[in-house]
């Protein structure tokens, strides 16, 4: 399958910073990127779809000025966590998507507030 | 809005029982359907990739089945083995990108 790198894997941070997490596809171009996070007991829900070049597509309930998403290239994204709360604690994972219809994903990220 | 269901939540075996996971979806008009191991803490395994128009696919251990009139998918897992302990997440795709996950059934297998 194809290789995604994300990271970083954990991180705890403080109330009011900010956090970026990168995710790349190491062997394939991914025109497009789903970003989705999991509460606990939760399932994963997706927060937004950006595409290579283009502005993010926010799901409802998902602030976008809050959750910064660049996509610069075909083979990074990234995601921002602005002003950091504890209620942002969650796991963050990255799914691009190249040509297949394949979903791939990150290793997901543990993000703490405190 | 394509809504996933997975029964059960919490399942627990002995070692060498063949087990059955259950996944159901209310939109039928799905373009595929994929099944995922997540372990404690860590990102998403992907097990089987099942499009519409298949009926099953398998993978060693591994047997998922699709009946996409009913709204169903099962995982057969056989000869359960400890390191198969993990979450088990069944997601579904409408479009062929963005998906719509379970909540996942939590697997212990006992030595």
């Known amino acids: 399958g194809a290789v995604v790198s994300q990271h970083p894997s954990r991180v705890i941070c403080k109330s009011g910073t900010s956090v970026k997490i990168e995710c790349r596809s190491l062997d394939f171009q991914a025109t497009t990127m789903f970003w989705y996070r999991q509460f606990p007991k939760q399932s994963l829900m997706l927060m937004a779809t950006?595409?290579?070049?283009?502005?993010?597509?926010?799901e409802q309930g998902v602030e976008k000025d809050k959750f910064l998403i660049n996509h610069a290239s075909l083979t990074l994204s990234t995601l921002t966590v602005t002003s950091a709360h504890p209620e942002d604690s969650s796991f963050y994972i990255c799914?691009?998507?190249?040509?297949?219809?394949?979903?791939?994903f990150g290793q997901g990220t543990r993000l703490t507030v405190v | 809005k394509q809504e996933v269901t997975q029964i059960p939540a919490a399942l627990s075996v002995p070692e060498g029982e063949n087990l059955v996971l259950n996944c159901s979806f209310t939109?039928?008009?799905?373009?595929?359907l994929q099944w995922f191991r997540q372990d404690p803490g860590k990102g998403l395994t992907s097990l089987l990739l099942i499009q519409s128009s298949q009926r099953e696919q398998t993978s060693g251990r591994l047997n998922a089945s699709l009946d996409k009139s009913s709204g169903r998918s099962t995982l057969y897992i056989a000869a359960s083995q400890p390191g198969d302990s993990a979450t088990y997440l069944c997601?579904?795709?409408?479009?062929?990108?963005?998906?719509?996950f379970g909540t996942g059934t939590s697997l212990t297998v006992i030595p």
């Open positions: 950006s595409n290579e070049g283009s502005k993010a597509t926010y």
């Open positions: 997601a579904v795709s409408n479009t062929g990108n963005q998906f719509y």
């Open positions: 799914s691009p998507l190249g040509d297949n219809t394949e979903a791939f």
């Open positions: 939109d039928s008009a799905i373009y595929n």
